[in-house]
């Protein structure tokens, strides 16, 4: 661990506490383990050894950076994020703002060869690049949320991988980049205040689990508790696993969604690139806390919804609002329990 400092953008205290890593290729009952461990204490972790490809990542980002190398009318064809397509500094539609550009995608691969045709000249390259990436973090993604079940020693332990492997699966793709040049203002200043300006404001993930990849630039930071930072160090080898807020509802708060951030850092040379699948189960899945985390002691602190009625909610939310709060689980609805 080392001292607290103050964060330049609004005093708050940033502070670098070493973050699990879990090593996939290690003991499997170790590993199941390690990964409940990093759920309950953070919501976070970072995957090693996982087995992904080098190769499937490498033409992704090459993709990537060809698009975002085009010029803002280029990419705008491929716009706007409605909910999906390319988004330059709005996120989302209650008037929320970054530095950050982005391209956001439903998973489903026709429709990524579709928005492939505005995206690029090669589109078939293009979609190839993502839908592999996006097929290879499904497999990583359920490999993991098979290990939660073995871990909470619940008898279906299938029982969260089965909605992401479901055909209706709702599932997000996201490629984030932080250019350094988007902080105009900021030019031949280095000493100024927006030397860390925030690329993707503070928020929760909704789904049930994120897997971030990004370059060697940093800019991630989590959130253990309110007013501290975390920074959570670039690793383009390795995986950022976020436990989403559907996580946290399913095993009745023992799981934590993190809150987290990006901070596009304007005295960097070099832009940040990431990309995040957000594993999601379909609309109509029911988000319930699973009985063998419902005891007298910790009744259920959440209503049952779906997705679909969870997704309807955060699109009418500001990015940094936690909407699990408005699903609490009344009084009465605990005693019943
Ligand atoms: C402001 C918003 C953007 C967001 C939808 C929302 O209304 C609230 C949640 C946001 C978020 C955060 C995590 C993911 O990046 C995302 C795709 C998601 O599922 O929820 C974004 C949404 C978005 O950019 O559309
Ligand atoms: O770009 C990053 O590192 C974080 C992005 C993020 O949190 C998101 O897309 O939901
Ligand atoms: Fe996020």
């Known amino acids: 661990m080392v001292a607290a400092s103050p964060n330049p953008i609004h005093n708050?205290?940033?502070?670098?506490?070493?973050?699990?890593?879990?090593?996939?290729s290690a003991e499997r009952s170790q590993v199941r383990n390690l990964i409940v461990k990093a759920c309950e204490d953070y919501g976070f972790f970072k995957v090693i050894n996982h087995g992904v490809p080098q190769d499937i990542v490498a033409k992704l980002?090459?993709?990537?950076?060809?698009?975002?190398?085009?010029?803002?009318?280029?990419?705008?064809?491929?716009?706007?994020?409605?909910?999906?397509?390319?988004?330059?500094?709005?996120?989302?539609?209650?008037?929320d703002m970054?530095?950050?550009?982005?391209?956001?995608?439903?998973?489903?691969?026709?429709?990524?060869?579709?928005?492939?045709?505005?995206?690029?000249?090669?589109?078939?390259?293009?979609?190839?690049?993502?839908?592999?990436?996006?097929?290879?973090?499904?497999?990583?993604?359920?490999?993991?949320?098979?290990?939660?079940g073995e871990g909470l020693w619940v008898p279906d332990?299938?029982?969260?991988?089965?909605?992401?492997?479901?055909?209706?699966?709702?599932?997000?793709?996201?490629?984030?980049?932080?250019?350094?040049?988007?902080?105009?203002?900021?030019?031949?200043?280095?000493?100024?205040?927006?030397?860390?300006?925030?690329?993707?404001?503070?928020?929760?993930?909704?789904q049930i689990l994120t897997l971030l990849r990004s370059n060697d630039v940093g800019g991630l930071q989590i959130s253990p508790q309110d007013g501290l930072w975390v920074p959570?160090?670039?690793d383009p080898t390795a995986f950022w696993v976020n436990v989403g807020d559907l996580l946290q509802a399913m095993t009745n708060g023992r799981f934590v969604s993190v809150r987290h951030r990006a901070l596009n850092n304007s005295s960097n040379s070099k832009s940040r690139m990431s990309m995040?699948?957000?594993?999601?189960?379909?609309?109509?899945?029911?988000?319930?806390?699973l009985p063998e985390m419902v005891t007298p002691e910790k009744p259920r602190?959440?209503?049952p919804f779906t997705w679909g009625e969870y997704k309807n909610t955060l699109y009418s939310l500001r990015l940094g609002d936690t909407r699990l709060n408005l699903f609490k689980a009344s009084t009465n609805d605990e005693l019943a329990s």
């Open 12 to 24: 708050e205290k940033i502070e670098a506490i070493e973050l699990p890593i879990i090593d996939l």
């Open 61 to 95: 980002e090459e993709q990537s950076l060809s698009f975002f190398a085009k010029t803002m009318a280029e990419k705008q064809r491929a716009g706007p994020a409605i909910p999906f397509g390319y988004g330059c500094k709005t996120i989302g539609f209650t008037g």
């Open 98 to 148: 970054g530095e950050v550009e982005y391209l956001l995608f439903n998973t489903n691969p026709i429709s990524i060869a579709q928005r492939s045709k505005t995206i690029s000249n090669e589109p078939t390259k293009f979609s190839s690049a993502v839908s592999g990436y996006i097929e290879a973090m499904k497999d990583l993604a359920c490999e993991i949320l098979d290990l939660i």
């Open 157 to 206: 332990t299938s029982v969260f991988s089965r909605m992401i492997r479901d055909v209706e699966n709702d599932s997000f793709f996201r490629l984030n980049h932080y250019p350094h040049h988007l902080n105009k203002d900021c030019t031949n200043n280095i000493n100024s205040s927006c030397s860390s300006k925030v690329g993707f404001g503070e928020h929760n993930d909704p």
């Open 232 to 234: 959570a160090p670039s």
């Open 276 to 289: 995040a699948y957000f594993a999601t189960p379909p609309l109509n899945a029911c988000i319930n806390a």
């Open 301 to 303: 602190l959440y209503k």
